[in-house]
C-alpha cells in the first residue's frame, strides 16, 4: 500500500527545479574544495581545515539534495522531509562557505527549498 501524497505535481515541479538549481553551486562547492585541498594545501598547511569543512560540506550538499530528487517524484511524506532536509542542509552549510562568493547564492536557495516544501499544498490525485 502506497503512503499518501502530500505534495502537488505542480509543487514537486517547482522543487524539482529549486533542486537541480542547487545542485549547481554544490557542485562548485565540491570543485572549491578539491583545489583547495590539492593546490592550496601543500603551500599552506593551515588551509588543510578549511579544506576539509568545505569537502564535509560539498559531500552532504550532494547526498542531500540527490536523495531528495529520488525521492520526489513519489511525492509522499517522505519525499517533502527529504526536501527540507536538503533545505536545512543547505541554508546551514552557506555559513562556513561565506568567506567564499558561493555562499551567498547557496543560502538563497536552500531558503527557497525550505520555503516551497514548508508552504501547505493541495496534492492532486
Not at 30 to 48: G, I, S, T
Not at 72 to 89: E, F, I, N, S, Y
Not at 93 to 122: F, K, T
Request: aromatic fraction near 4%; charged fraction near 20%.
Amino acid at each position: 500500500m502506497s503512503e499518501p501524497l502530500v505534495l502537488s505535481r505542480d509543487r514537486a515541479r517547482r522543487i524539482k527545479i529549486a533542486l537541480w538549481l542547487a545542485l549547481v553551486p554544490a557542485s562548485l562547492v565540491a570543485m572549491v574544495a578539491l583545489y583547495l585541498l590539492l593546490r592550496v594545501v601543500p603551500e599552506e598547511p593551515d588551509a588543510l581545515r578549511y579544506g576539509v569543512v568545505v569537502a564535509v560540506v560539498a559531500a552532504l550538499l550532494l547526498t542531500s539534495m540527490v536523495k531528495a530528487l529520488r525521492r520526489l517524484p513519489q511525492r509522499d511524506q517522505r519525499a517533502k522531509t527529504d526536501t527540507v532536509v536538503a533545505g536545512t542542509l543547505t541554508t546551514v552549510a552557506a555559513l562556513p562557505l561565506a568567506a567564499v562568493w558561493i555562499g551567498y547564492p547557496l543560502a538563497l536557495l536552500g531558503l527557497v527549498l525550505l520555503l516551497l516544501s514548508l508552504l501547505p499544498d493541495e496534492p492532486d490525485k
